[in-house]
């Protein structure tokens, strides 16, 4: 049986939705063990032409739950609005993404299969088909956000292994 649409975005969208949420949980529960305030790894950056930790995480929502929506719409574009700045409201933005994802059948997702997709960002726009924007696209861009928050906290101290950011995997239950 070939892969569908839906098991090839679908549940790795949700595992790094869910290992970002639980990074966040991991940077609140270390700023309290070091007694610094939220903003010591909210506004964190690995280098100052990047953007900081509540941008990261804010982005894994956004090219898992807004690909989708975006889908639905045929275009796509960044979305520019502010981070959440507390880790509450990354932890919100983050559950309602994995509610988003959730609710998606793998029926509707296979009937998008061939649609025409468009990125726009300012002046420019990329022509894709559903599966090419979902999978070249948006897949990268959350993994890479995912890791980028991942590689904050860690070079801010936290100690945090690599499962943290791989989250809970898909083994095989008999």
Partial sequence: MPLSLHAAFVPSA?????????LVDKAESW???QGCGQ?????????????AFDYQVK????HTQGAIEGVRAGVFSPDMSVPPAT??????????AMGALESVSA??????????????????????????????????????????AY???RMKGLPLAKRDFMGKL???RD
């Fill in 107 to 148: 029926d509707e997702m296979e009937s998008w299969i061939g649609r025409p997709m468009r990125f726009v960002m300012r002046e420019r726009a990329l022509d894709f088909t559903t599966e090419e924007f979902l999978l070249s696209f948006s897949q990268p861009n959350f993994y890479f956000h995912a890791a980028t």
């Fill in 59 to 62: 982005s894994v929502a956004v």
């Fill in 151 to 153: 590689d904050i906290l």
């Fill in 87 to 96: 880790f509450e409201a990354m932890r919100t933005k983050l559950d309602e």
């Fill in 39 to 51: 903003d010591a790894l909210v506004g964190a950056r690995l280098t100052d032409d990047m953007l």
């Fill in 31 to 33: 700023c309290g063990e």
């Fill in 14 to 22: 949700l595992q790094m939705l869910g290992a970002t949420r639980k």
């Fill in 170 to 172: 898909r083994i095989k």
